[in-house]
């Protein structure tokens, strides 16, 4: 079952957006600040987060920066108000799989987020299995040093 983590502090959009994203193999996990978001990165198995910049416990860029560093396959898709070219640009080249400006579409960001889930599976399926030295690998094994 797919685990969309919304991290977003204005309550109307957050339950706005978890009912429009809800699917029938879609979890969705709310929040509303970054304490309980990092909570529930540490419990779940998350498939998506998705991620608003300004919140009230600090930016979701340093967020974004621990999410990158740890578990780097999970797709990230910031949608901010901060909609200026720079704001972008750094959003993209600190690690965000996508970035969405509000107000915007409610039928694009669930086009985006389905992209990502989809790239998400694909990677997955291709992504090596390692057992102690055992390395399972395209239909191939090798055995570790």
């Known amino acids: 079952m797919e685990q969309l983590l919304i991290i ?5 959009l957050n ?13 969705i996990i709310s929040c509303q600040n970054l304490k309980t978001a990092k909570e529930q990165l540490l419990c779940s198995g998350v498939s998506l987060i998705l991620l608003d910049i300004n919140l009230p416990d600090g930016s979701g860029l340093e967020l974004l920066r621990e999410v990158k ?20 640009v750094d959003g993209l080249e600190r690690g ?6 509000k107000p915007f579409s409610l039928s694009v960001l669930r086009a985006r987020v389905n992209t990502q889930l989809r790239k ?24 570790g040093e």
């Open 96 to 101: 965000a799989d996508d970035y969405i400006t």
């Open 15 to 27: 339950q706005g957006l978890s009912k429009a994203l809800k699917a029938a193999n879609r979890q």
């Open 120 to 143: 998400q599976a694909s990677n997955h399926k291709n992504a090596p299995i390692c057992i102690d030295l055992f390395h399972f690998e395209a239909m191939t094994f090798y055995v």
């Open 69 to 88: 560093e740890n578990t780097p396959y999970i797709p990230v898709i910031l949608l901010t108000a901060n909609d200026t070219d720079l704001d972008i």
């Open 8 to 12: 977003e502090d204005d309550i109307g």
